[in-house]
């Protein structure tokens, strides 16, 4: 079972809708959760960070978090062509060995205008 | 506030060489973690380094290695290059576990 998993993708979206992004993950103990955003040639860039169960806002993204279901998500609402990227999630664990970021395949995300 | 530094941008080595790839973290960030990212594979982590130790390796040979100085810079060495080795390396750095991790913008290593 892969650390972090994401769906593959691609997902493609009409300009205006909600994109629902999952992301699942395996270590029980993990404590905090990363949306990033890739754009074609570029580094990751942070977009969220969440780190308790429940629901996070920050403008037109909402992490969502539940912890029982090892389960992640982000959801992008009024979605514009230039939202068009890869999202990763990320997630910190193996705690009993220091800690380490690991990061799900990631989910390529179209919005067509 | 200056982010996270990499050098160089860009490399061509040839297979059986060796490279040292640099990163230098965001001022007071103790902990540098190395990506090596493929359109294959996505993100693979190599390793992560917190104030000189290295807490936690990835599943990569030993011809990948790396070191932190005690002023938080870290560096990347492959040795004997692999024509599988061209990839996007990025690091990224933070003041610890749990803590929102910042990237550089990479070096991307070709090996020919």
């Known amino acids: 079972q892969k650390e972090v998993e994401q769906n593959s993708g691609p997902l493609s979206v009409p300009e205006g809708a909600i994109a629902s992004l999952n992301c699942t993950y395996s270590?029980?103990?993990?404590?905090?959760f990363f949306w990033y955003r890739q754009y074609s040639g570029k580094s990751p860039e942070l977009i969220m960070s969440?780190?308790?169960?429940g629901d996070k806002e920050d403008g037109r993204f909402t992490a969502q978090l539940n912890k029982a279901s090892q389960y992640v998500s982000l959801l992008i609402r009024d979605s514009q062509p230039s939202d068009s990227a890869t999202y990763l999630c990320?997630?910190?664990?193996?705690?009993?060995?220091?800690?380490?970021?690991?990061f799900g395949q990631g989910t390529e995300l179209s919005v067509k205008p | 506030k200056a982010g996270v530094t990499q050098t160089p941008r860009y490399l061509i080595k040839t297979r059986g060489q060796q490279v040292t790839l640099s990163c230098s973290p965001i001022?007071?960030?103790?902990?540098v973690s190395w990506y090596q990212q493929t359109p294959g594979q996505g993100l693979q982590f190599l390793f992560e380094?917190?104030?000189?130790?290295?807490?936690n390796k990835g599943n990569f040979p030993g011809r990948f290695s790396g070191r932190q100085f005690s002023n938080s810079r870290s560096e990347m060495n492959v040795s004997t290059l692999e024509l599988g080795d061209s990839a996007l390396y990025l690091c990224?750095?933070?003041?610890?576990?749990?803590?929102?991790?910042?990237f550089g913008q990479g070096t991307r290593l070709t090996v020919v």
């Open positions: 990224a750095s933070r003041t610890g576990d749990d803590t929102e991790a910042f």
């Open positions: 270590d029980r103990g993990s404590q905090s």
């Open positions: 969440i780190y308790s169960n």
């Open positions: 990320a997630v910190n664990t193996g705690y009993n060995q220091g800690g380490k970021l690991i």
């Open positions: 001022s007071g960030h103790r902990s």
């Open positions: 380094y917190f104030s000189e130790t290295q807490r």
